[in-house]
């Protein structure tokens, strides 16, 4: 069994509660850091630690954190990205549901270290019933004294407040999530000057994910020395993963980084096996930006070493070979599973999805989509395959934001490896025209 | 009918807006667009929209962007019961398509229709983060998950007899 930093306690009865989470030793961080620790300190113990961007891209935390603009006279914020939209995640909203609590205390002690004064979680509106169980911790938390003026009897104040979004996907990019924050429609926001300079109401601003924040408590009370030896390499500490698709047992499991991939799909601890006693055709490891991989590819590296649960071993091979952990939603299809219409409701997601703003994503998407929608439905020839490879090589790279690329590559990886899907729909196409 | 929101929603505006910088009340957009749906038979009209962009002082094409911008905004009226359906991967993975094809008939409404008798909307939707326990589905708040025909059926009637309407925010409104 791996060790457990953010879930330990997730089975606790009445862990949702502030007195039953503070006698599992909750908000000892924030006494720790408030109390014998000087904000850069909490940012050095979190750069020691090499904490990665728990919401996909995997950016080190500390420093994103040290890129704050402490020279700015401008007040500071800390806005937690709780938007978690990516096809195939479900991690932030078992945390905020299970242990509320271990959002709240993260964001007090990183709100600290950042020196923010007022600080907001932005949540799916989708979520919530979710952000009621927020506002219900955070007003414990005021009333226990962590949250408010001069917290437990410093010199430091910090208000707390959940923001609900209305359902949007691109509002999970920072850039558009503070457009969002601040009342507008999500268009992402050209980069530079980026969020540490003039983020929210152009202010120097942090946005973490939820897990990230929620990693900081074991981090300050163990100490970044100790958090980093847990893991493999730049993999340090642990990962939330939401498994789903085709497997026995889905749910989230957190993982010490470097499982391996093999034991991850078939051990009892995690999700124990392929369903029905069917066999393994491929995996999205991490949401459904990342390329799609076959069996084959996903438990072995090219080179033929295991694949294991980090973020270097899944890019291993780059695009070709390999793939991305990114938020850790991993999706299982079994042998049964057409990857061709599981990419179509990928493809049908991230036209939804597209803000509008530049036109490679908000066309492109569309055109994937009808294409692809061609090939659910039996009318695709076999320039289409073509088509859609040249569409998605146009969106990538050329729009403002991710959101493009993220488009584009399960199209491009789910035709690198799985072309021979796409010729049966066209000759089936070609069938179905002569009946 | 006149557009106001009723005391109790007045005052967890007003709450709401607080929570913001001084001059920066816009922020509060997308939780008053929430509480006005709640407010008005779940939907924006036109006036309901007018009447938000007066409460937080700001231009009424700054609330019709917004309110066209997000999937959860309703510029059209809706049955009492809004049910969406996830429909991505692993929601399909797991037979999205016969919760939908079910509901379909058993209502007898296409997508994106409402039943003659005002009480359903069936509408697909992208990704609710609920994957973990697919199939599912969204009626208010309420995320209904690990669905089965049966299932199904049994929510319906359940949400029939309570001839409720459904919103996102009931427990905000109420608290």
């Not at chain 1, 507008?184 to 980069?191: M, S, T, V």
């Not at chain 1, 698709?245 to 051990?267: A, C, Q, R, T, W």
């Not at chain 1, 695009?319 to 049964?336: K, P």
Request: net charge negative.
């Amino acid at each position: 069994m791996g060790r457990k930093l953010l879930l330990e306690h997730i089975n606790e009865p009445g862990i949702q509660t502030f007195e039953v989470y503070r006698k599992k030793g909750g908000y000892a961080s924030v006494e720790k850091a408030l109390k014998t620790m000087k904000p850069d300190d909490v940012t050095e113990e979190v750069k020691k630690s090499g904490l990665r961007g728990r919401g996909g891209a995997g950016f080190p935390t500390g420093m994103k954190w040290s890129f704050i603009d402490k020279k700015s006279e401008k007040p500071r914020y800390l806005v937690c990205n709780a938007d978690e939209s990516e096809p195939g995640t479900f991690k932030d909203r078992y945390l905020m549901e299970k242990i509320p609590h271990a959002l709240i205390e993260g964001m007090i002690t990183s709100s600290y270290a950042l020196g923010a004064k007022t600080s907001y979680i932005y949540i799916r509106g989708e979520y919530m019933y979710v952000a009621m169980i927020l506002e219900k911790a955070i007003e414990e938390a005021y009333a226990k004294g962590f949250l408010g003026k001069n917290i437990l009897g410093t010199d430091y104040s910090l208000d707390l407040y959940v923001h609900a979004g209305a359902g949007a996907y691109i509002c999970g990019e920072e850039t558009a999530l503070l457009e969002s924050l601040e009342g507008k429609r999500g268009n992402p926001r050209l980069k530079p000057p980026f969020p540490a300079v003039a983020g929210l109401y152009a202010c120097p601003t942090v946005v973490n994910n939820v897990e990230t924040i929620a990693a900081v408590v074991p981090i300050v009370n163990m100490g970044g020395d100790e958090y980093s030896k847990i893991g493999v390499g730049k993999s340090t500490g642990t990962k939330l993963i939401s498994a789903s698709g085709h497997i026995n047992k889905p749910g989230v499991y957190e993982i010490e980084l470097g499982v391996p991939v093999e034991e991850f799909i078939y051990s009892e601890e995690y999700c124990g096996g392929i369903w029905k006693g069917r066999k393994l055709k491929a995996v999205i490891a991490g949401g459904s930006s990342v390329p799609i991989l076959p069996t084959d590819l996903i438990l072995k590296t090219a080179k033929g070493e295991p694949r294991l649960m980090t973020y270097e071993s899944l890019a291993d091979g780059g695009f070709a070979t390999g793939t991305m952990l990114g938020s850790g939603g991993f999706i299982v299809l079994d042998e049964t599973a057409s990857v061709v219409e599981n990419l179509y409701t990928f493809a049908r997601f991230y036209h939804h999805e597209s803000c509008g703003q530049c036109s490679p994503c908000r066309e492109g998407t569309g055109w994937m989509e009808k294409i692809l929608h061609r090939f659910r439905d039996g009318h695709a020839k076999k320039e289409d395959i073509d088509l859609l490879w040249d569409v998605q090589r146009k969106i990538e790279g050329n729009t403002i934001c991710p959101l493009g690329d993220a488009a584009a590559w399960p199209v491009a990886s789910a035709i690198r490896h799985f072309r021979k899907e796409f010729e049966e729909a066209v000759m089936n196409s070609l069938e179905l025209a002569h009946v | 009918m006149e557009i106001k929101f009723s005391e109790t929603a007045l005052a967890k505006a007003n709450q709401i807006i607080g929570r913001y910088p001084q001059g920066k009340q816009k922020s509060a957009m997308l939780t008053m667009l929430h509480l006005a749906q709640s407010e008005f038979d779940g939907w924006l009209s036109t006036e309901v929209m007018d009447y938000v962009a007066s409460l937080l002082s700001v231009k009424p094409i700054e609330v019709y962007e917004v309110a066209t911008f997000y999937s959860m905004y309703n510029t059209k009226p809706v049955g009492k019961c809004l049910l969406e359906v996830c429909q991505t991967s692993s929601c399909w993975l797991r037979g999205s398509n016969e919760i939908v094809d079910h509901l379909k008939k058993k209502l007898n409404i296409e997508v994106g229709e409402t039943t003659a008798d005002g009480m359903f909307t069936l509408k697909t939707v992208e990704c609710l983060g609920s994957c973990g326990t697919a199939p599912m589905l969204q009626c208010g708040a309420d995320f209904h998950e690990n669905l089965t025909i049966d299932k199904v059926d049994e929510l319906l009637d359940k949400l029939r007899t309570k001839n409720e309407r459904s919103s996102y925010l009931k427990s905000l409104v109420n608290s």
